[in-house]
């Protein structure tokens, strides 16, 4: 994607190390955290270390895959460029990215993986919830004349050591739930008293804007490009009125940009609080990302019409 230089004012490539019009230095050019695959043999080692099912995923590392339904990397040997795709449902391709930075390239499809591993988990895990619970009440035959409702017999529980046991349980598991609602309360104190902008969309003066808690910044849709892009303009004024211009429901019907968290500026709220690629955001060794070979991967909750 492309930013400004910081020397010269010139659009310049992310991934430009110089800027090719002044020779400045593109302060940017590092953008990988700690624990990121950056070549496509580090991703193919990451798969296999946290048991990714790579060919129930459809993604194809290293591999110019054409078939339909597909996302994946590979190096073209011809121009010497990484080229990281979607194949949609229909068959035709989005190029994600295509660029010599092997790097970037590897980063847009790691993080496209562990999305859609996140993605089944939580579909996964809701489906595990659903627990049958048709068992009734049982009803006491009291011989009541006709006309008369039987009424749910509940036996009254007795008093022992287990149901003691029980109790202190529930309170000792009270003691925990509490040590974790408070953080949360606590946040939810700071965020009243914070007056800056919510992570979110604001639409002002005609253009649309996010504004990103983990890296206290502005970003802009560039309708021309179709993407996010770093925002330098003076934006005091949305600062100090961003409750005028906050969107609380975004839908791409309504306005026709992309969703920021598909983007390569989103950093997740858990894992950073820097904007720099090369912070230690990722933490992959702490990231719950193995695969559990047990369940199958389900292709239909991936959405194979859009660009990525």
Request: aromatic share 18%; proline share 4%.
């Amino acid at each position: 994607m492309k930013i400004k230089c910081s020397w010269c004012g010139s659009w310049i490539n992310d991934y430009d190390e110089v800027c090719p019009n002044c020779g400045g230095k593109n302060d940017n050019f590092k953008r990988v955290g700690t624990g990121v695959p950056q070549t496509i043999e580090e991703l193919k080692a990451w798969a296999v270390k946290h048991n990714v099912p790579l060919r129930q995923m459809q993604t194809y590392i290293g591999e110019n895959y054409t078939g339909a339904k597909a996302f994946g990397i590979y190096k073209d040997e011809i121009t010497g460029n990484y080229i990281v795709y979607k194949n949609k449902a229909d068959g035709t391709r989005a190029v994600r990215y295509e660029g010599p930075d092997e790097a970037y390239a590897v980063n847009e499809l790691y993080q496209k993986m562990k999305e859609r591993m996140a993605e089944q988990k939580r579909h996964q895990s809701a489906a595990g919830r659903n627990i049958n619970r048709s068992n009734g009440p049982v009803y006491l035959n009291t011989g009541n004349p006709v006309g008369y409702e039987n009424k749910p017999y509940r036996q009254k529980p007795e008093r022992s050591i287990g149901s003691i046991v029980k109790y202190l349980i529930f309170g000792f598991l009270g003691v925990q739930l509490l040590a974790v609602l408070l953080p949360i309360i606590i946040f939810l104190v700071i965020r009243v008293v914070d007056k800056s902008p919510y992570s979110g969309y604001y639409n002002y003066n005609g253009s649309m804007y996010y504004w990103q808690d983990t890296t206290d910044a502005w970003y802009i849709y560039n309708y021309d490009a179709d993407r996010w892009d770093i925002c330098y303009d003076d934006l005091e004024n949305l600062y100090d009125n961003y409750d005028d211009y906050h969107i609380p429901s975004y839908s791409y019907d309504d306005y026709n940009v992309t969703d920021f968290t598909q983007s390569g500026y989103y950093v997740e709220p858990s894992h950073s609080d820097d904007s720099d690629w090369d912070s230690d955001y990722d933490y992959d060794d702490d990231w719950d990302s193995d695969w559990d070979s047990d369940y199958d991967w389900d292709s239909g909750w991936d959405d194979w019409d859009s660009d990525w």
